[in-house]
């Protein structure tokens, strides 16, 4: 079974940077396309990024393409979020997720994370 564990999140000013970090444990993880959804307060989840098991094909939300970078390092079973430019509109709560099949479904993931706090001031 695989557990996924998020840090990385916090406060930071508008324009400014964050990287997200999803360490997973299990032996499946290279086996699983892997992304981040966040979840506004008041909103629904909403798909971000997804990277498959052997980092050959990645997803980027169209809106987010340019400043949000999703890459995976299976040696050390992570994965990244890259969150460049941030603006008060990111303010979320920001999930690790895995998925069996490819999907930028947010909630037809398989496994989650507990998530993190990703907060942009104004």
């Known amino acids: 079974q695989v557990q996924l564990v998020e840090s990385g999140g916090g406060l930071v000013q508008t324009g400014g940077s964050l990287r997200l970090t999803c360490t997973a444990s299990?032996?499946?993880?290279?086996?699983?396309?892997t992304g981040w959804v966040r979840q506004a307060l008041g909103k629904e989840r909403e798909f971000v990024a997804g990277t498959s098991g052997t980092s050959s094909a990645t997803h980027i939300l169209d809106s987010l393409k340019g400043r949000f970078t999703i890459s995976r390092d299976n040696a050390k079973n992570t994965v990244y979020l890259q969150m460049n430019n941030l603006k008060p509109e990111d303010t979320a709560v920001y999930y690790c997720?895995?998925?069996?099949?490819?999907?930028?479904?947010?909630?037809?993931?398989?496994?989650w994370g507990q998530g993190t706090q990703v907060t942009v001031s104004s």
């Open positions: 997720a895995a998925a069996w099949q490819w999907t930028t479904i947010a909630n037809h993931f398989d496994v």
């Open positions: 299990g032996r499946a993880f290279s086996s699983l396309y």
